[in-house]
């Protein structure tokens, strides 16, 4: 597997990481443990060194299962997970970045990663209750102190990026991106770029719509999450299959899936694009890795941006939506 360097902070990654979110909630049928934790061992030894988790994915299973699983490797492998949520109080659920809050929470991460520090720590969601400021900050007390090796941010604004970053470099920023979600490229990703802090792209593969193995018919079991997404309504989804088409005749050429183009796209971009592709299977783990090596032609990039597709349908819920900051 190639690597990538994580913007100016040097943090050096697999070019493709696991996102382990997907192992313990979301997308039903959730694997058993044993069978995520192989998945994880499985990422390891085909060459992945970048796994992506959080408090909130569970909560705390996910991160449990993912110290299990790299605990053997530790040393071998760049860990990311992410505070932000009130797991205690009168607003459980609600957003909480307080510093006694990052604090007792990246307590208890070290805990069930089974680690002395954490590589990359993000705040999952902006607070607007609590100056980035405040939380930039703390975050940079604990790498003083050694338990947290970088800082990054998921689904932030421009002028939060900004602001942190003036208190602790930003080594990356964690959101959603692929061809159907391409709204970072208007300020955010110039940004990343100026100030020189990576991009980790989530939902690569559009949440599973991209790999073209969900049509105008496809169900989901009741608690899966893209029951709550606009943009996998039956409607959307007819409109939205001028991706896949577009995505499947370039794989054709290619002699690729769909999957690996889409993820390529996203590699070409930028050499500090890093996405993180999540999966419950080992043979879309395999495919997912192969995509590192799939060399898209500029008529293929051409043909992308060309098409000038449009999606339909909004990419969260509106409850979800407001947890943004842009």
């Known amino acids: 597997m190639k690597t990538r360097a994580l913007g100016a902070e040097g943090l050096q990654v697999s070019a493709i990481g696991l996102g382990c979110m997907g192992l313990s909630q979301s997308y039903p049928p959730i694997p058993d443990r044993k069978d995520g934790i192989a998945l994880i061992r499985g990422a390891v030894e085909r060459g992945e060194t970048f796994f992506d988790t959080a408090q ?8 449990d299962l993912v110290g299990e699983a790299l605990e053997p490797v530790r040393d071998q492998v760049v860990i990311a997970t992410k505070f932000g949520f009130d ?3 009168k607003d459980r659920g609600g957003l909480d970045s307080r510093p006694a809050t990052i604090r007792k929470t990246v307590e208890g991460s070290l805990k069930r990663l089974r680690t002395d520090r ?5 705040q999952h969601r902006v607070d607007p209750a609590v100056p980035i400021e405040d939380v930039a900050g703390t975050v940079r007390e604990l790498i003083d102190e050694g338990k947290v090796e970088h ?6 604004g421009v002028r939060t990026i900004r602001r942190a970053h003036a208190v602790q470099p930003v ?6 991106y692929s061809l159907w979600w391409r709204e970072p490229e208007e300020e955010i990703i110039p940004t990343l770029e100026e100030l020189g802090i990576g991009f980790v792209p989530f939902s690569p593969l559009g949440k599973g719509f991209l790999t073209g193995k969900i049509d105008v018919d496809a169900t989901f079991e ?3 999450f893209r029951n709550t997404v606009p943009r996998f309504d039956a409607e959307a989804r007819k409109a939205n299959r001028a991706f896949v088409d577009l995505l499947e005749r370039i794989a054709t050429r290619q002699g690729t899936t769909p999957a690996q183009i889409a993820l390529a796209w996203i590699l070409a971009q930028n050499p500090s694009f890093v996405p993180i592709p999540g999966t419950t299977k080992l043979h879309r783990l395999e495919e997912n890795i192969a995509a590192a090596d799939v060399e898209l032609t500029e008529d293929d990039l051409s043909e992308i941006d060309d098409a000038q597709i449009e999606a339909h349908g909004a990419r969260y819920s509106e409850q979800n939506q407001r947890m943004i900051d842009r």
């Open 56 to 63: 909130v994915y569970g909560p705390f299973t996910n991160e």
């Open 151 to 156: 800082f990054g941010l998921s689904e932030a």
């Open 87 to 89: 797991f205690d109080g």
């Open 118 to 122: 954490i590589d990359l720590l993000y």
């Open 222 to 224: 009741e608690n899966d």
């Open 171 to 176: 080594a990356a920023l964690q959101s959603e």
